[in-house]
């Protein structure tokens, strides 16, 4: 297990940008493939991004795709998701996660380790 902390998040307007990091202790994030999912109010958890252990391959949810981009910095224990064009709809609790799956995964039930989250709020 590794532990997880998000932050980043608040109240933004639309076509704001925020930048969420999750900072990990406990272990490495080197041994693990990083994600970052969303849940909106009276919806379920749902995946946004996902990043392999290495960096090497990136894999977005379609709503987000062109707009979200998961990155990551071993050096820092660090995973982050920068967030361009806010939308209303990007409304909701995100979380991070930790799985030692080698293939890309969106499924939560993949993931061993998550966060508290953040609210990121995208309002006028």
């Known amino acids: 297990q590794v532990q997880l902390v998000e932050s980043g998040g608040g109240l933004v307007q639309p076509g704001d940008s925020l930048r969420l990091s999750c900072a990990a202790s406990?272990?490495?994030?080197?041994?693990?493939?990083m994600g970052w999912f969303r849940q909106a109010p009276g919806k379920e958890r749902e995946f946004v991004a996902f990043i392999s252990w290495n960096g090497g391959s990136m894999y977005y949810a379609d709503s987000v795709k062109g707009r979200f981009t998961i990155s990551r910095d071993s050096a820092k224990n660090t995973v982050y998701l920068r967030m361009n064009s806010l939308k209303p709809e990007d409304t909701a609790r995100y979380y991070c996660?930790?799985?030692?799956?080698?293939?890309?995964?969106?499924?939560?039930?993949?993931?061993?380790?998550w966060g508290q989250g953040t609210q990121v709020t995208v309002s006028s």
């Open positions: 996660a930790a799985t030692t799956k080698l293939s890309v995964s969106t499924r939560r039930a993949d993931f061993g380790s």
């Open positions: 406990g272990r490495t994030i080197s041994n693990f493939a």
